[in-house]
Structure formats: C-alpha cells, structure tokens
T-cell receptor, first 114, second 112 residues
Framework: DAKTTQPTSMDCAEGRAANLPCNHSTISGNEYVYWYRQIHSQGPQYIIHGLKNNETNEMASLIITEDRKSSTLILPHATLRDTAVYYCIVSPEGVYNQGGKLIFGQGTELSVKP | SQTIHQWPATLVQPVGSPLSLECTVEGTSNPNLYWYRQAAGRGLQLLFYSVGIGQISSEVPQNLSASRPQDRQFILSSKKLLLSDSGFYLC???????????FGPGTRLTVT
C-alpha cells in the first residue's frame, strides 16, 4: 500500500534550491517522515526525518505542513552530485514498528543540470 | 565509526545454482539488520530483517532465506536461483529506535 505520493521526476538548475514535494495524506499520529536518496548504483543514504516540526541539518531542510499531510525536502544549493532518486517514507517509530522497517516507494528522480 | 561490508560486489550465477551473500557490520553492537533487493529500474523491496541473533522476519515469500549466525553478520541464501532473482542486493543496519538505516555498497547479481 502506497503511503506517500511523489512526482516521478524533477529538474533543478545547479546552485538553485531543489524543492521536492511529498504527499502523505493518510499519515498517522505516530508516523515520522523520512527522506533518503540513492545515487546511481549506490545504496540509499539517509538525509533527514521529522515528526511535526521543521528540521534542518547539514544536508537539507524538511518542511512539514501543520496538518502533516504533506512535506517538502529542500536542498538549498543543489549541485550536480545531488542528482539521485529521493525517497519520502512514512513509518512509525519505536514500539509501533518493531525492527524499524522502512517501505520504499518509487521516489522522485532529481536531475541537477548545469 | 561504523562500517558495513558486503561481498561480492558482482556475481553471475546460472539458474538453479545456490547463492550466498554475506554482510558484516563493524563498530556497533546488536544492530537491526536488513536485506533489500532492487530490480532494474524499480524501487527497493525489503526482503528480510533481523532484530537479533537467530531472529529473522521475512517480508516477501520467495526462494530466498536469511540467517544471522553472529551479532553483526547477516547472510542471504538460496538453494536454487531463478532468473527473477537477478537484481541489486543491499544490506543495511540500523539502531532499532528510529529508522536511520545505513546501507552497504550492494551486490549486483545476474542470474543467467
């Protein structure tokens, strides 16, 4: 069952902000939003996660709407090395999800162009 | 720091042959361990996960099996490979609380 909806592909100019949307209208109160990315022929890489509040780290910012039904991952200054498939995942944490399982969807293929 | 190893990096096997892929983690104890498969042009599919030695949960019924003989060792096996087993196999580890998972370099398996 698809819990998230993402655009299949997006383009972004190098140096500009990349804004990747994700819809998760059926998210439950105990579910977090996680973002991963996968560069071609490599394993996925954890980016960021959040529950209600906006989050920022050295890689990206995560903006979650007040109703938590959608979120946006922001790469503030995209580079060519940010070209990858970006996965938005919702998953409960702790006792609600023994084993910490992640269910990956199809993701968004982001192409950063010079 | 923690590192995760997978081998081999690439593998070509005939249909009906056995399979053994190994994954080991260094620098952490009692990790959760995961096996994923990615078919060409497709998303990642969770195959197995383990929360401790000898504890294996299967997500998708198929001709693959997994074992965890040691705390930081996770093995993916098959007695007889099918053409549909071709794909990119990824091992990952996590701390169990939360879903930050760290992936290995993967094994690209081609069944001929």
């Amino acid at each position: 069952d698809a819990k998230t909806t993402q655009p299949t592909s997006m383009d972004c100019a190098e140096g500009r902000a990349a804004n990747l949307p994700c819809n998760h209208s059926t998210i439950s109160g105990n579910e977090y939003v996680y973002w991963y990315r996968q560069i071609h022929s490599q394993g996925p890489q954890y980016i960021i996660h959040g529950l209600k509040n906006n989050e920022t780290n050295e890689m990206a910012s995560l903006i979650i709407t007040e109703d938590r039904k959608s979120s946006t991952l922001i790469l503030p200054h995209a580079t060519l090395r940010d070209t990858a498939v970006y996965y938005c995942i919702v998953s409960p944490e702790g006792v609600y999800n023994q084993g910490g399982k992640l269910i990956f969807g199809q993701g968004t293929e982001l192409s950063v162009k010079p | 720091s923690q590192t995760i190893h997978q081998w081999p990096a690439t593998l070509v096997q005939p249909v009906g042959s056995p399979l053994s892929l190994e994954c080991t983690v260094e620098g952490t104890s009692n990790p959760n361990l995961y096996w994923y498969r990615q078919a060409a042009g497709r998303g990642l599919q969770l195959l197995f996960y383990s929360v401790g030695i000898g504890q294996i949960s299967s997500e998708v019924p198929q001709n693959l099996s997994a074992s965890r003989p040691q705390d930081r060792q996770f093995i993916l096996s098959s007695k007889k490979l099918l053409l549909s087993d071709s794909g990119f196999y990824l091992c990952a580890w996590g701390r169990g609380v939360g879903h930050e998972q760290y992936f290995g370099p993967g094994t690209r398996l081609t069944v001929t």
